[in-house]
C-alpha cells in the first residue's frame, strides 16, 4: 500500500519569506512524487515531479522540492513568497511498480500575508 | 492547447437517480482516471484507463459505479441510484502512457445529492 502524509493543515508565511510545505511518503519500489496546486474553484495543477536523479527538482511558479530517500520525505520550497502563492498544496505519490494511479495526502493550505 | 474539460460543472440529482460524468482528456493521452474529492480531503482513485479498457478499478466503492471509455477517448463515470454520502467534486485526469508522467486535471464535477 502507498500513502503520503502532510502533516500540517496551514502554513502561514509573510510575503517575502521562504516557504516549506512538508510532505513524507510510503511506497513500494522506487517512488514517483508529485506536487500539485488547487486555487478556488479551479483543477489541479501540476507543479513539478521527482523520478529519478538530482534530489532538488525545480518547477513552476520558482517552486522547488527535496527528495529525501532515507527520511522518505519530499518537501516543497520556494526562496521568497508571494500573496499569490496562497492556495491548497497537494503532494502525491505512486511506485514504480504496481497501480497507476496517484495517492494524494490530504493538503495544505498556504496563507501568504502582505 | 486544450486542457482536460469535464461537463457538468455542476450536477444537482435527487436520492436515488442515475448521473452520467463526462470528461475529455488531452489529445493523444492515452491514459485516463477519474478521482472523487471529498470536502477538506485530497483526490481518491476511482479508475485508470489504458486506451479503451480499464486498467484498474479497485477504486470503485461499489457496483453503482461504474465507467466506461469506447473509443479510447471521452470517457463517462455512471453513477447509479446516488446516495448522498456520493456528494462529491469528481476529477478526471488524463496522461500520456507511462509510469513516470504527470497527469493533467480537468476543473471537476460537483456532483450534489439532495
Known amino acids: 500500500a502507498q500513502s503520503v502524509a502532510q502533516p500540517e493543515d496551514q502554513v502561514n508565511v509573510a510575503e517575502g519569506n521562504p516557504l516549506t510545505v512538508k510532505c513524507t511518503y510510503s511506497?513500494?519500489?522506487?517512488?514517483?512524487l508529485f506536487w500539485y496546486v488547487q486555487y478556488p474553484n479551479r483543477g489541479l495543477q501540476f507543479l513539478l515531479k521527482y523520478i529519478t536523479g538530482d534530489n532538488l527538482v525545480k518547477g513552476s511558479y520558482g517552486f522547488e522540492a527535496e527528495f529525501n530517500k532515507s527520511q522518505t520525505s519530499f518537501h516543497l520550497k520556494k526562496p521568497s513568497a508571494l500573496v499569490s502563492d496562497s492556495a491548497l498544496y497537494f503532494c502525491a505519490v505512486k511506485g514504480d511498480t504496481g497501480r497507476r494511479a496517484l495517492t494524494f495526502g490530504s493538503g495544505t493550505r498556504l496563507q501568504v500575508q502582505p | 492547447g486544450a486542457g482536460v474539460s469535464q461537463t457538468p460543472s455542476n450536477k444537482v440529482t435527487e436520492k436515488g437517480k442515475y448521473v452520467e460524468l463526462r470528461c475529455d482528456p488531452i489529445s493523444g493521452h492515452t491514459a485516463l482516471y477519474w478521482y472523487r474529492q471529498s470536502l477538506g480531503q485530497g483526490p481518491e482513485f476511482l479508475i485508470y484507463f489504458q486506451g479503451t479498457g480499464a486498467a484498474d478499478d479497485s477504486g470503485l466503492p461499489n457496483d453503482r459505479f461504474f465507467a466506461v471509455r469506447p473509443e479510447g477517448s471521452v470517457s463517462t463515470l455512471k453513477i447509479q441510484r446516488t446516495e448522498r454520502g456520493d456528494s462529491a467534486m469528481y476529477l478526471c485526469a488524463s496522461s500520456l502512457s507511462g509510469t513516470y508522467n504527470e497527469q493533467f486535471f480537468g476543473p471537476g464535477t460537483r456532483l450534489t445529492v439532495l
Open positions: 511506497v513500494s519500489g522506487n517512488p514517483y
